[in-house]
């Protein structure tokens, strides 16, 4: 069982490393909504992105088109990146875990926990990221969100290329610390508790 | 790749730098342009509404400032930061994304005097009403709390008299309040005391001092902890409502645990304006590399010529946490184990003008308006910084006409005690 209060950056480098395919539950077309800038970031450092909103089939988001459920992926994916509210997590675990191949990682967005449905899904094998944006983290460990003065909490001594559209960054950088973001996570734990 | 936690000093020389992408240059390049091209008009439009990392416009950010906030926030640890003119400039800043006109904040009555103008003065047209409390009594910021209380801002070590802030204590009147603590932190460095790991919310710097330590550069940073939930009860409209400047953006919802520190930049900076200079921003950024070295040193020789200080029959008290018989004393070995700080005052038997001949006699003690240079500088407040004041409010704010303020440098400390011993004794 993953510690979900602090995941060590290894962990999450891991996952972001391996995966390939990242189907997006609530992926929204509203281009001020945090599940479009994550979308449309992923895609462009070269993940396979699938939206899935029942309420968007038949239109596309940054020309791929919109799935209404998991079962509709019709192929494996690697991750399952979940934009709902922490009460609204549980059906969409349940649904992951229908599939066949299982997904490797279930992935709860910012603000997101629910502790129940990922020990459902981790007994399975399943990894599980909470409370965390894989924009953010992919942004943090490359060092490319330190443009915003984030503090990345990695270091290196190489040159690293500038980077440009559609490229892949490296994550290898050394940590600075066990990626600790322990208020947010409190914050978070605080409200899902409350409901 | 292990999970490995580099060192306070590793942090202060390689934290927010790597080479140069392009150029490979080692030291951090000084990027002193205004704006940055963009690749197409996608790329441009994913810019401006924050959905890309990257740069477009120096008021807003740049590569040079961008080390700057990492190397400080890594320091402090913190989440994010944002570099910005001064230190004045840091306090409007954070002030803006958390008070709208009407509203109060608490301030330790202990603070720098320009901070005690910008907060009673400047602040006041802005509809912010600041209510004083006294670092002393921790119970007067609890009885300062309001409904329209909206934060409380300390120093981690107070100007001029070194006295040492019990953060922790404040930072439960804070969390009971549901507000956060903002601590300016310029005084101590975080080599000394990191007020996030005392319950601070938001730090503060003048980077002017001893964290650009040289005395050749104005500016300021302002860190966000990652600790404070700003989406209850819509107390922070800034951080928790749609943004109509950036068509409906959530900032805490879309940024998180660093969405202060964007807020600062994108709501704060962006309009008000206060950019830092990316040459500031180096010249502070090599300064910071030397600061363990510096402060350590800063400390030593403070603690040695405060003490004798003390023991010179022209001096009638001596105000340095870091002697053990101080007021303070317990606190900073609490808070600040490695040294008390470099800037202290002290107060003389002959008065006024003992302290006006002490200041006209010193050859290696600067006489100036300012703090935490790597030289030794004195001022005489009484007949200075706070001469408008009338007696009672000057012996009131720790400025007395008897009293001196010091901050000490890194020169020799013996040579720094000769020269008050010729200047006390002549
Ligand atoms: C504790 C403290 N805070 C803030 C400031 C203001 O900083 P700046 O002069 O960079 O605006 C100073 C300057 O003396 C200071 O000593």
Redesign the pocket.
């Given at each position: 069982m993953m510690n979900h209060d602090a995941y060590p950056d290894n962990y999450i480098r891991g996952i972001l490393n391996g995966v390939k395919s990242i189907a997006m539950v609530g992926a929204s077309p509203v281009n001020v909504r945090p599940s479009y800038f994550a979308f449309k970031y992923l895609a462009q450092r070269g993940y396979d992105m699938i939206p899935v909103n029942p309420g968007h089939v038949g239109k596309e988001l940054l020309g791929k088109p919109f799935v209404a459920s998991l079962s509709d992926i019709g192929r494996p994916v690697d991750m399952i990146d979940i934009f709902r509210n922490s009460s609204h997590i549980m059906p969409v675990v349940e649904e992951a875990l229908a599939l066949d191949p299982l997904p490797k990682v279930i992935w709860m967005q910012l603000g997101a926990r629910d502790d129940v449905a990922a020990a459902k899904a981790e007994s399975v094998g399943i990894k599980v990221v909470m409370n965390r944006c894989p924009k953010i983290e992919y942004g943090r460990l490359s060092s490319e969100i330190s443009w915003m003065g984030v503090n990345s909490r990695t270091l290196s001594s190489k040159r690293a290329p500038a980077p440009t559209q559609g490229m892949r960054l490296s994550l290898n950088r050394m940590s600075v610390g066990g990626g600790d973001t322990a208020a947010s996570d409190r914050a978070a734990k605080n409200k899902s508790e409350q409901s | 790749m292990s999970d490995r936690l580099p060192g306070f000093s590793t942090l202060a020389v390689h934290a927010g730098a790597q080479p140069d992408p392009t150029t490979g240059a080692r030291a951090t390049p000084i990027y002193q342009t205004t704006s940055f091209v963009f690749n197409d008009a996608d790329h441009a439009a994913s810019l401006f509404g924050l959905q890309a990392f990257g740069n477009i416009y120096t008021r807003i950010g740049n590569p040079t400032n961008a080390v700057l906030e990492e190397r400080v926030a890594a320091l402090e640890g913190g989440t994010a930061a944002l570099a910005v003119a001064?230190?004045?400039?840091?306090?409007v800043v954070v002030l803006q994304q958390l008070l709208l006109p009407g509203d109060e904040f608490i301030a330790a009555r202990k603070?720098?005097g320009?901070?005690i103008n910008q907060f009673t003065h400047a602040f006041k047209s802005f509809g912010w009403n600041v209510v004083w409390a006294d670092s002393d009594d921790i119970a007067s910021f609890e009885r300062a709390v309001t409904p329209r209380t909206k934060a409380i801002f300390i120093?981690s070590i107070?100007?001029p008299g070194g006295s040492i802030t019990d953060i922790e204590a404040i930072s439960t009147v804070a969390r009971k309040a549901g507000v956060p603590l903002i601590v300016?932190n310029?005084?101590a460095s975080p080599y000394l005391i990191r007020p996030i790991d005392h319950g601070a919310d938001i730090v503060?710097?003048?980077?002017?001092?001893f964290l650009g330590g040289h005395g050749n550069s104005?500016?300021?940073i302002i860190v966000d902890a990652g600790t404070f939930d700003w989406s209850t009860g819509g107390k922070y409209p800034m951080l928790s409502e749609p943004r109509p400047e950036y068509h409906g953006i959530k900032l805490q919802e879309t940024f998180g645990n660093f969405a202060f520190a964007i807020a600062c930049r994108v709501l704060g900076l962006r309009d008000l304006g206060p950019a830092l200079s990316p040459f500031n921003a180096f010249m502070i950024l090599t300064g910071i590399e030397t600061l363990p070295l510096r402060m350590q040193r800063h400390c030593d020789n403070a603690k040695a010529v405060a003490e004798f200080l003390a023991g010179h029959p022209a001096v009638a008290s001596v105000s340095y946490a870091g002697l053990a018989s101080d007021k303070y004393n317990q606190l900073a070995r609490k808070y600040a184990p490695k040294g008390a700080g470099a800037v202290f005052t002290f107060s003389l038997k002959g008065g006024y003008d003992a302290g006006v001949s002490l200041v006209s006699k010193l050859q290696l003690f600067s006489h100036l308006a300012?703090?935490?240079d790597t030289r030794s500088l004195v001022i005489h407040p009484a007949s200075t910084t706070h001469s408008q004041l009338d007696d009672a409010a000057k012996i009131k704010s720790g400025a007395g006409p008897d009293v001196v303020r010091l901050s000490i440098g890194i020169e020799d400390k013996e040579d720094l005690i000769a020269d008050l011993e010729q200047a006390l004794g002549a």
């Open positions: - | 001064s230190g004045h400039a840091a306090q603070l720098y320009g901070s120093e107070a100007n300016d310029t005084l503060v710097h003048s980077l002017t001092k104005l500016g300021g300012n703090v935490g």
